[in-house]
Structure formats: C-alpha cells, structure tokens
C-alpha cells in the first residue's frame, strides 16, 4: 500500500461509496472516513473493522479494506472534524439524496470556512451518475448560506464535476461487496481549489470534463438505461439476462450507435474510439459474473427523461447535428410504459400518460419535444408494448 496521503471524507458508505471511490482512495494511500445516515449499517462497519470487494476481470482479486472510521450524521462534532481534517470530500449517495447531503454538510462547511486561512483550500466531487453533480451540490449547499462567505466557499473550496463508472452491485452482506475493477473516472481540473491535486488511482482530472461527462452518460448510461426498461418490460431481474436477449441487445446496440454518432459529431472524438468504447459497454453486460439488479437501473424515470439526461440529451445531440433518433426512442418508450414498484416517479409517468397520452412529455422531459420526434414516439409506444410487455 502507499504512503499515507492524507484523509478523504466519503459521503455515502453503500455500494459506490465503499465499494469504488473508498477502495481506490485506499490503495493509493488515503485514509477514509465514512459518514452516513443508516443507523444499522454504521454500527455493521463500526463492529467489523473491515468488509472485502471483490474486484471481477480476467484477474479477479478482493481487497479487505480495514483502515477507515465510521461516523453517523447525527454525531455533528464527530461530522465537523471528519470534513475539517480531509482535504477531498466525496458524496455517493445517489442523485436524490443530494439535496439531503447538502444540508448535512452545510453547517460544517460554514464552521470551517469561519476558521480556515487564506491558503486552505478543499475540494468536493459528487460521485453521482448524474450530470454536474458537484455543481449541483454546490447549488444546494448556497442555498441557505451566509451572504458574507460566498466568496470564501468559491475561493477556498472547489466543486469539480465528476464522472464515474464502475458497477458495483448492491449487496446482501454489507460486508461482502462485488463491482467490476474496470473504473473510467474523470474530474473538471478547472474547478480543483489549492496547489495539492487529488492523487487517487484511475482518477484523471481533465480540461474538458463536459465531452468526457457525455460521452459516458449518452453512450454507457443510455445503453445501460435501455437495457434496464426493456429488459424490465420482459420480465428479467438482471441487466445481463437483458442483454444476452438477442432482440434487446440488437436495439440497444443501434441506440448507442445513434448516441455515439452525436458524441462524435460534436465532441471530435474518433469513430474507432466512439466504436470501442460502445464495445465496452456491450461486452460486459451479458457477463452474469456481476449481477445488476434492474430495479436499480430503472428507478426514478421522470429525472432519467429529463432534457440533459440518458435519452433526451442525445437526441437533442442528434437533431442538432440533422439526424432524426429512431433506436434511442425504444428506451424512451420503455421509461414511460414500464411501472416500476413503489417508485413515485415511475407512478407519476403513468398518470400523465393516462390523463394526456405523449403530449405530457414536454412537462416530463422539461423541454419542448420536436414534433417529429413526439410523433415517433406515439407510433412506436403500442409497438414496444406489444413486442416486450406482452411478454413479462
């Protein structure tokens, strides 16, 4: 293990938070510091002293990590000194959850910015799957703050977007996780705050972190959304089951090939590279060695519809670089037939499109639908209904 780098405060102790940012920062020599709201799972970790990750590839490997510290957001000393003596903060707490972990951040970071000098300096990257989730955070977090510190915070703290991908399954045993030991991780280096830049393995930090976020979110998000709602409307549980589906597989294959063709026209990146990186994508879903439930995957639709988000933002894409989406509409479709259980959003699609059919996807998506896509998406609606949930 590396020399000792400092302390990193991670937001968040589930799946992501322990099982791909703690791992990494821990082999490159950090010590963590987890802070979560789970009562039962902080007392889990607090009595075990460690939990294992096994880390799936051609070489598979697990990695016991048993140097970190425990802390329940009710323990308001114990959450101040854990964010005061770190220098990185880290929130994998899912999109949702956000808002909530801004608030429980908010008054620490105040206390700190009350005390620190002019030359200390921290650096938030929200770990969400989600696009400009530290900015977000940090709009959460200046919600209800003091007018007085706002220059310090933009000064003295910084708020790097972040992009992250690593399936990590959720686990049965808190202490027994399984993820992938592929990690693409990248952060806006403009938004880094101080001379000490983070050092932490497969973490590149990048000029243009915007082709990088896309690239990601339109290209594996989309096609993992894709193989969620249809795979879902088929009846499986596991995105693999949904991906070794010839049908499923084919459509989703031609919609990340409409997605990678936006990315391509507008961001410069190669065809070879877009190709490969498609690949990636496919390759590893039919492997049922890291099983992903698809109840993850397809929650929350209403914010997976939005205008920037894993559909709507590539067919903007397309449309504006004079393409017409076709493929990348099944996904869309499927969002807003499948009923997913006790989801509010999934529940709230449904009453729309009961009440006013597709015409409520301008309230929906938060954007005006093309009418030429609005249309597609009325005629392939009962076609994806008969082809996939018939069969559930």
């Given at each position: ?156 703290v910084g708020f790097a ?21 592929y990690s693409e991780w ?56 949904a991906a070794q589906d ?147």
């Amino acid at each position: 293990m590396s020399t000792q780098k400092g302390n990193v405060l991670i937001i968040g102790a589930g799946a992501t938070g322990r099982g791909h940012v703690a791992q990494l920062a821990v082999e490159s020599g950090y010590r963590v510091t987890f802070l979560d709201k789970d009562q039962s799972l902080c007392a889990r970790l607090r009595a075990s002293g460690s939990y294992s990750v096994r880390l799936v590839s051609g070489h598979t490997r697990t990695v016991t990590i048993d140097d970190f510290r425990i802390v329940h957001t009710s323990e308001s000393k114990d959450v101040y000194s854990a964010f005061r003596d770190s220098s990185l903060v880290f929130t994998a707490v899912c999109p949702g959850n956000l808002r909530d972990a801004a608030t429980a951040m908010r008054a620490p970071i105040i206390q700190w910015l009350k005390a620190a000098g002019p030359h200390d300096f921290k650096n938030v990257l929200c770990c969400e799957n989600m696009n400009h989730s530290s900015t977000t955070f940090r709009d959460f977090i200046l919600e209800d703050f003091p007018g007085e510190l706002r220059e310090k915070l933009e000064r003295q703290v910084g708020f790097a977007d972040t992009m992250v991908a690593r399936v990590v399954a959720r686990p049965s045993d808190p202490l027994l996780l399984l993820g992938e030991e592929y990690s693409e991780w990248t952060a806006d280096r403009n938004a880094i705050r101080g001379p000490d830049l983070p050092a932490i393995r497969t973490l590149e930090l990048v000029e243009d972190q915007t082709r990088f976020l896309q690239r990601k979110l339109y290209i594996h998000n989309t096609g993992h959304a894709t193989f969620g709602y249809l795979g879902f409307l088929r009846g499986y549980a596991y995105i693999h089951e949904a991906a070794q589906d010839p049908r499923i597989m084919e459509i989703c294959e031609k919609a990340i090939e409409e997605s990678g063709w936006a990315i391509e026209k507008e961001y410069g990146f190669t065809a070879e590279v877009i190709r490969a990186y498609r690949a990636a994508l496919t390759e590893k879903c039919v492997s049922p060695e890291l099983p992903d439930e698809i109840l993850r995957v397809v929650r929350e639709p209403i914010r997976k519809l939005g205008r920037d988000e894993r559909f709507f933002g590539p067919v903007g894409l397309m449309l504006a670089h004079g393409r017409l989406p076709e493929f990348l509409l099944y996904g869309v479709c499927g969002a807003l037939i499948a009923r997913i259980p006790g989801d509010e959003q999934s529940s709230r699609i449904g009453e729309l499109i009961r009440q006013r059919g597709v015409s409520c996807l301008d309230e929906l998506t938060g954007m005006t639908v093309p009418p030429a896509v609005r249309e597609r998406i009325e005629s392939l609606l009962p076609r994806v209904r008969e082809e996939f949930a018939a069969r559930a």
